[in-house]
């Protein structure tokens, strides 16, 4: 029942910066795990950044310290801060969130699989 819609995608030069955002409705739970992926054309889905309820994140090796995750006060709404972005970073965005009662991750594991996604914003960083 939880509805996710992406937007802020476009095109920029290698380098430049792009916010993204996933707007969310419908959902009930009190809790939720949130998280943004990408896939490029003719590759598996990949995961980027995670963030928890309680403002903690964790970030793919390849986006760390590049970009940011958040989420405003209201919990309805997650973003996507991209910073130097690269031809490497062009892909479909997608936004996911699933319910959680504990921390998403538990060291390096992630608790839960998500089972909410958005459609997807486009990025592209040409060079």
């Known amino acids: 029942q939880v509805q996710l819609v992406e937007a802020g995608g476009g095109s920029v030069q290698s380098g430049g910066s792009l916010r993204l955002s996933c707007a969310a409705s419908?959902?009930?739970?009190?809790?939720?795990?949130l998280g943004w992926f990408l896939q490029a054309p003719g590759k598996e889905r990949e995961g980027v950044a995670d963030i928890d309820s309680d403002g903690s994140a964790v970030y793919a090796a390849s986006v760390k310290g590049r970009f940011t995750i958040s989420q405003d006060n209201a919990k309805n709404t997650l973003y996507l801060q991209m910073h130097s972005l690269q031809p490497e970073d062009t892909a479909m965005y997608y936004c996911?969130?699933?319910?959680?009662?504990?921390?998403?991750?538990?060291?390096?594991?992630?608790?839960?699989?998500?089972?909410?996604w958005g459609q997807g914003t486009q990025v592209t960083a040409s060079s």
């Open positions: 996911a969130a699933a319910p959680s009662s504990l921390s998403c991750y538990y060291n390096e594991y992630r608790r839960y699989e998500y089972n909410y």
């Open positions: 419908g959902y009930t739970h009190s809790s939720y795990c």
